[in-house]
């Protein structure tokens, strides 16, 4: 499996910006995907994530409201849509791949993801 993003790059406060990534080798429909960030000095946290089948999503406190989280299975593409940046949202963004369904808040730790992507840069000012 290899996980390929896309977008990010800089913006203003207040502005938008789309995160996308492409899934190679993917097989079957038991998958959370998911996006991470991590910013110079801080740990890696999660920041929404989504399962393949039934769509369910969930999503860190300081993004609700801001960002959307969407896939389309056909084209084993997710997406991470980010609307009222934040200079806070600054960071490294990854798009991660876990087989199976996640309990409870599973979903937050990076330990629980198989696959992940080469990660983009979000510059938000």
């Known amino acids: 499996v290899q996980l390929v993003e896309s977008g990010g790059g800089s913006a203003q406060a207040g502005g938008s910006l789309r995160l996308s990534c492409a899934a190679r080798g993917f097989k079957g429909r038991e998958y959370c995907l998911a996006w991470f960030r991590q910013a110079p000095g801080r740990e890696r946290e999660a920041v929404a994530s989504?399962?393949?089948?039934?769509?369910?999503?969930d999503y860190a406190d300081s993004v609700v409201g801001r960002f959307t989280i969407s896939r389309d299975n056909a084209k084993k593409v997710w997406s991470l849509q980010m609307n009222n940046l934040k200079p806070e949202d600054t960071a490294m963004y990854y798009c991660?791949?876990?087989?199976?369904?996640?309990?409870?808040?599973?979903?937050?730790?990076?330990?629980?993801?198989?696959?992940w992507g080469q990660g983009t840069q979000v510059t938000v000012s």
């Open positions: 991660a791949a876990a087989l199976g369904a996640l309990v409870g808040d599973s979903w937050r730790k990076p330990s629980s993801y198989w696959y």
């Open positions: 989504i399962y393949i089948d039934d769509g369910a999503t």
